[in-house]
């Protein structure tokens, strides 16, 4: 599976941006997905995530601001951030739970990553 995420960019504190990540070479179907973020000599922190069930999960550095969601029949995903803060500011990454019939889930799945800017 092959992850591309765009929508980062540059915005101002308080603004929004959502940011998409479409999967391809799906064989049969991706069920949960995940957004996690980096910066500069940072290790990647997990931000959120999507269960196949539906159930989401975030971070509390994100809580009540940034909303994740899911496209199945696009394959995609999606992470709506909203009330930016200069806190935010990293390369976002995209991971996807690849399922396969009769075989464990595969979630080693990653973007090439977007950066999100946020000037205070």
């Known amino acids: 599976v092959q992850l591309v995420e765009s929508g980062g960019g540059l915005v101002q504190a308080g603004g929004s941006l959502r940011l998409s990540c479409v999967a391809s070479?799906?064989?049969?179907?991706?069920?949960?997905w995940g957004w996690y973020r980096q910066t500069p000599g940072k290790q990647r922190e997990w931000v959120a995530s999507?269960?196949?069930?539906?159930?989401?999960n975030y971070a509390d550095s994100v809580k009540g601001r940034f909303s994740i969601s899911r496209d199945n029949a696009k394959n995609t995903g999606y992470l709506q951030m909203n009330r930016l803060k200069a806190e935010d500011t990293a390369v976002y990454y995209c991971?996807?739970?690849?399922?396969?019939?009769?075989?464990?889930?595969?979630?080693?799945?990653w973007g090439q990553g977007t950066q999100v800017t946020v000037s205070s």
């Open positions: 991971n996807a739970g690849h399922i396969r019939p009769g075989r464990p889930v595969d979630y080693d799945n």
């Open positions: 070479g799906v064989t049969f179907r991706i069920g949960g």
């Open positions: 999507i269960a196949d069930g539906g159930a989401t």
